[in-house]
Nanobody, 121 residues
Framework: QVQLVESGGGLVQAGGSLRLSCAAS????????MAWFRQAPGKEREFVAL????????HYTDSVKGRFTISRDNAKNTVYLLMNSLEPEDTAVYYC??????????????WGQGTQVTVSS
């Protein structure tokens, strides 16, 4: 079992920055690929960014490329999402998720409770 706890959300003006953190506890953190998702009011949850177990592989949804950076510190069992140049459209609840490296489908094994990010115009 893995527990994920997000933090770092809040209210920020457009153009500002936030760094989200996701602390993992439980089984070995390094055997999981980690991702960030978000869900805006009235919309479906969408993928934001992914980082591989070693931290060398990353993927981003097009709308955040060049603005968001995902990273991880396996020694601290933590994954981060640095969000720059925030836009009102980035307003959502952000969730981190863990997927075992041997899992080949699109499902994730564990989810955090989410942290609210609100970007004012």
């Amino acid at each position: 079992q893995v527990q994920l706890v997000e933090s770092g959300g809040g209210l920020v003006q457009a153009g500002g920055s936030l760094r989200l953190s996701c602390a993992a506890s439980g089984r070995s953190f390094s055997v999981y690929n980690m991702a960030w998702f978000r869900q805006a009011p009235g919309k479906e949850r969408e993928f934001v960014a992914l980082i591989g177990q070693s931290g060398t592989t990353t993927h981003y949804t097009d709308s955040v490329k060049g603005r968001f950076t995902i990273s991880r510190d396996n020694a601290k069992n933590t994954v981060y999402l640095l969000m720059n140049s925030l836009e009102p459209e980035d307003t959502a609840v952000y969730y981190c998720a863990a997927k075992h490296i041997l899992r080949i489908d699109r499902q994730y094994d564990y989810w955090g409770q989410g942290t609210q990010v609100t970007v004012s115009s």
